[in-house]
């Protein structure tokens, strides 16, 4: 709900993502759930919009398998509350056609030195690496396009992150992610100064 150009950032992302053609919407929210919903309420841009909303905090792994297990299709989009990217949904879709199982979205950008680069073989992921090395690099965006059942029969305990205790475990013992590269506009709002920067960026996307 921090104000970007006039507006709750979460109203630029929703308008994206109605512009892109999604319909339905799952919203995780906990910390002030009230705002969000008093605000949005159950539909917006044309999508319709449901709320999983976590009573206590369940880490990125448990708000999302508790998300996933409230969506309708085979497959799901998943984005962050506080990051733009200017995803070209229907590529990926596309992408997503020829290989199935999940696939997360790696960015490029200038400099990963703040970020944990993604290690790819043949557009898969092969693993994570630490933060810190400087210079251009493939990062985690922190968008996927996920089997809905993917978390299902997961058996980790809350809290517990995706990132970390989920994917990082399950690629050794097989687990398949595809790569979906893009160099598109992205801006991450948790971080001061691209929250500045923000103002200005985003104040013409619609």
């Not at 970007?4 to 929210?29: D, K, N, Q």
């Not at 993917?150 to 050794?172: H, I, R, V």
Request: charged fraction near 20%.
């Amino acid at each position: 709900m921090a104000m970007v150009a006039g507006r709750p950032f979460l109203e630029i992302l929703l308008r994206r993502l109605a512009a892109a053609g999604v319909e339905r919407v799952v919203l995780s929210v906990g910390y002030r759930a009230d705002v969000i919903i008093g605000h949005f309420g159950a539909s917006f841009a044309g999508m319709t919009l449901d709320y999983e909303i976590e009573s206590v905090p369940l880490g990125t792994g448990g708000a999302l398998r508790r998300a996933l297990a409230r969506c309708h299709a085979d497959r799901c989009l998943v984005v962050n509350g506080d990051t733009f990217l200017d995803l070209d949904i229907t590529a990926l879709a596309q992408a997503s056609k020829r290989r199935p199982g999940p696939w997360i979205v790696g960015l490029q950008v200038p400099d990963a030195a703040r970020y944990g680069r993604l290690a790819t073989e043949e557009s898969r992921l092969i693993g994570f690496l630490e933060k810190g090395q400087s210079g251009p690099g493939l990062v985690n965006s922190g968008h996927y396009l996920l089997p809905s059942d993917m978390l299902k029969s997961c058996s980790l305990s809350d809290p517990f992150s995706f990132e970390a205790d989920f994917l990082q475990t399950q690629l050794p013992v097989g687990l398949e992610v595809n790569v979906f590269e893009t160099d598109a506009l992205f801006i991450d709002i948790g971080i001061p100064s691209d929250y500045a920067r923000a103002q200005s960026l985003l104040a013409h996307v619609s």
